[in-house]
């Protein structure tokens, strides 16, 4: 193994994953599955606990997918400090299924209103995760039935958020 005489790894592990399976999502790094070169850094890192890494791979994982983003940025939110700029998340859905005719419901009741953009849920990382659909109209939301994948909603109208004393 090359690996034994390395004393530190700076990587993009983002660009050596093959596969994504959002069934794990929530259990990262269980569902990816990444290239033979970076399965064995992987792999070595997991066994030498005191190896430096730079941006730890537990730190990334949660970057994959759009929904932990969203739950971070709504942890955030929450976190709110008197007389500081306010971060608000965006408005967003996680819609696994086009063919439910309550979609629209859903929708209002995330607050979401048009136009929308629609992305994988997965962040990066695949080939198509980049891939985004903006809708103006919601009369073409049916055309997505075409999709099988979990899409995430989020709302382009944000409004911005500026307290009284800022100078931004």
Not at 7 to 34: A, C, Q, R, W
Not at 61 to 66: G, I, K, S, T, V
Not at 104 to 119: D, E, R, T
Not at 143 to 155: A, C, D, G, K
């Amino acid at each position: 193994m090359q690996l034994q005489e390395v004393d530190m790894v700076i990587h993009k592990v983002t660009d050596e994953i093959v596969k994504i399976d959002l069934n794990y999502s929530t259990n990262f790094p269980k569902g990816i599955s990444f290239s033979a070169g970076m399965s064995e850094i992987i792999r070595f890192v997991e066994e030498q606990p005191d190896f430096c890494i730079i941006d730890p791979f537990k730190n990334i994982y949660p970057l994959l997918d759009r929904l932990q983003i969203q739950q971070i940025l709504v942890r955030l939110q929450e976190l709110g400090t008197e007389g500081k700029p306010k971060l608000r998340a965006p408005y967003s859905l996680k819609v696994d299924n086009f063919h439910d005719g309550e979609l629209h419901k859903q929708l209002a009741a995330a607050n979401l209103s048009f136009p929308l953009i629609v992305k994988p849920q997965v962040a990066c990382g695949v080939a198509d995760a980049h891939n985004m659909v903006a809708f103006c109209l919601c009369t073409i939301i049916p055309m997505l039935t075409q999709f099988s994948e979990s899409f995430f909603f989020i709302t382009i109208s944000m409004k911005k958020i500026k307290p009284e004393n800022a100078t931004f």
